[in-house]
Nanobody, 115 residues
């Protein structure tokens, strides 16, 4: 079993920054990638960023140049540095881990950006 625990969410003013963390634990084998998704009020869950086991990254167009995904392999942790936050970034942010043919999700952390 794999557990993902997100942290770092909160309330921030527009233009501010936050860093989210996602710590993975459990039976971590054959990790393909880890990533972040978000779900705003009344919206579907959308892709934000991903980092593969080889270190390649990709971002949603809406966050390119503002968000950076990184990882600490030794700590089994992935981070999402969010800068220049906008009100449209308000959402619950979820961490996702892909391992083998399975996917695991965290419980989510709320990010609220006030204008």
């Amino acid at each position: 079993q794999v557990q993902l625990v997100e942290s770092g969410g909160g309330l921030v003013q527009a233009g501010g920054s936050l860093r989210l963390s996602c710590a993975a634990s459990g039976r971590l084998f054959s990790i393909v990638a880890m990533g972040w998704y978000r779900q705003g009020p009344g919206k579907q869950r959308d892709f934000v960023a991903i980092i593969t086991s080889g270190g390649s990254t990709d971002y949603a167009d809406s966050v390119k140049g503002r968000f950076t995904i990184s990882r600490d392999i030794a700590k089994n942790t992935v981070y999402l540095q969010m800068n220049s936050l906008k009100s449209g970034d308000t959402a619950v942010y979820y961490c996702k881990l892909g391992a083998g043919n399975r996917e695991y999700w965290g419980q989510g952390t709320q990010v609220t950006v006030s204008s």
